[in-house]
């Protein structure tokens, strides 16, 4: 059975190469994402780099109807990448898959699995007990008799604890995820649409001969239904299946469905689906339709949407919504059949509102794994920081030590200096000198020429100085002068005063004392004699 | 059992097991050697002061050694022209000439010195020279008598000019006359070796 995947559509590697053997040789972690239906599959594989995700992807014509069929091709699929780590996503549809949304009474968080387990019960097909199980609460409202949580649950039959091990063996620890479709196109709507939370949503979604039917309510999917359309012919149906792989040589059914009649069985399946869900959840008014069916239907569904459900529709089919998908994944866009495959398109991360249907045994495995994993780190990191700390601190007292040696050797190399014995006899020496210069020496006093400078410099042609006597008292020039003041009469005695205060704004006088001043006239001439003391520094 | 508890809780074994290798590293080797570089800074510190201490006495040498140099070579000049009492002449000579050098003419010199007994009587150590008094008269322009002036109290034997007088006697005569009064070192004649 592994032919069934030698040809499939999708992005090709830069050496365009079909295989999934191609992302072998990125060396990265491969992300699988398995849609297994009842009678076929779908599958993505994705290796991410560090800039862009290489992709491949591919169909096959077996299912979980045929489980031996299913568990050789998967086998012989996984061998192909059986040296690289893998990372398993499975997404479940047709009747094993069974989807339930309901309302419990609002009641304490412990109590709450035990009432909603009571409930799904008699809501699912089979034992809940052997069931791979899950659910969670998707709003709270008010009601009639009090409020209460709305549930969306999703179980897969008994069968598939012992299927999982036969398909997938040795890989079994690989899986991570499994959930359904309307779930995985939850997570894809959130990347792809923006406010997708903000509009009540309806999904409309032709998938072979199965239509599909969901209901987003604040983001969240409420209610999923799958159902078989009749007038899609089987022929249709595997006509699309072989030519979504890429097997061009297959014949074109002959009474292919018009999007008339494609129209008009999707009109019965809706008005059912929103009678239903108006019954169950009240009047809530869809905003939105989201189409996702074959090109060939497209305008025909979304005209159809438009005029019955809601204005807004958005057809998935057309390129800009491709292009943006591709661009936020970070992946080329060659997205033929795109509607068909998108359920197993990849995403890498499991958030805390998927519902995952991993059996708790495996959960606890890659739980345990992890934790080993993470304790193989803590040790070694705990061990190289020890070491770092270890070879730092030898570094450092290598690098103090040498320092050490150098500032030894550079005082050894000091003291050695033949000066430093005589230092002592220096001092002696200069200190005897020091005494006999300050003895004999004259220095550091002032000129006597000092105070001769300053009466040049402050000398008046009106000012004549007959008698300069000079002293050098403790350490100070005092000079005692004496003189006359010649010119008009009237005019000496200015000019005396102005020669005074000229020398004391001198910066070299420190005092000028005026002493006796003395008047001679002769035949109407003046004559203005004076003393005065002056101190220089 | 216990190895299947301990894979379980490998993380928090993990963890346990880190603390101890931790604590025991931190306790048993990281702390011995940070005391060993503790006590290698303390050893250098000690030592980067006694490289300053014994720069700072290298540097101190070679200003000695400059001060000296220095001191000697005044002290040289100093001691060479001292003359004794008897030899006064040569020094009143120089100073003439010097002061003809400035157009300044002496006209009356006159030393006194202490008397001879005093320094017999005194127990003090004798210094290398003795201070006489010089007084020295003459005449000159202002601003000569200004720069022989300042000659003296350049000339090493010259202890201090004390006293100088200025006077301007007749209006027709440019030059004044001066007086000038200094010590002046001559060698002892008891001198003691300095």
Known sequence: MNTAITKHTGTRNSDGSHDINSLRKTGAPILITLDIKEQALSWSAVSRNRKTDHMVRGAANVGYFDITTLSDWLSGFLEQVSDVELEIHIIISGPEMVQRCFRIPKVTQSETEAVLKSVSRKLYPFELRNSLFGWRISDSVEWAGGPKFEVFSQGLSGNWRGWLQKLFGDYLNSVSFITSPGLYLERIFHNLIEDFARSDTLLIRLNGCVAETGIFHKGHLEFYREVAVDSLAEDNAVYDLKRMIGDDDVAEPNGCVSPGEVVSSLRSVIGDVLDYYHGQFGKREIKRVVSLVPSEYSSAVTEFAQESIASDVIDINTESFIARHSRLAGIASDFSDYPVWITSYPSWKIKSYDINLLPEEIKSKKTLKQRKRAAGIVLVLAILCIMTLSVLKVVETRSLENRFESRNSLLTELKADPVLPLLNAFENRAQRLRKNMRQYVMEGQSSIKVPLLILSRNSKSAVRLDVVEINRIAGSLQANISGIVTGPNDRQEAEYYTYLRSLENDNSILAVNPGMKRVETQLGNQKLGFTFELSAR | ?194
């Open chain 2, 1 to 194: 059992m216990n190895l299947k508890f301990l894979t379980e809780h490998s993380l928090e074994a993990a963890i346990i097991v880190v603390l101890v290798i931790a604590t025991g590293w931190y306790f048993v080797i990281y702390d011995l050697q940070t005391a060993g570089v503790d006590d290698i800074k303390a050893r250098i510190a000690t030592m980067d002061d006694e490289i300053a201490e014994v720069e700072s006495d290298l540097q101190r040498a070679a200003s000695l050694r400059y001060e000296i140099d220095k001191y000697e070579s005044e002290w040289e000049n100093f001691t060479s022209s001292l003359v004794s009492t008897e030899n006064t002449d040569i020094v009143l000579d120089r100073l003439r000439n010097q002061a003809e050098d400035y157009s300044v003419h002496i006209l009356k010199s006159q030393f006194d010195f202490a008397p001879m007994l005093v320094k017999i009587g005194t127990d003090t150590p004798k210094p290398i020279a003795d201070k006489a008094e010089l007084i020295l008269e003459g005449r000159g322009r202002f601003f000569a008598i200004g720069d022989f002036l300042e000659m003296l109290e350049s000339e090493p034997v010259i202890a201090d000019v004390k006293f100088v007088e200025l006077a301007y006697q007749k209006a027709v005569d440019p030059e004044i006359y001066f007086k000038a009064r200094m010590d002046i070192f001559v060698l002892n004649d008891l001198k003691e070796n300095q």
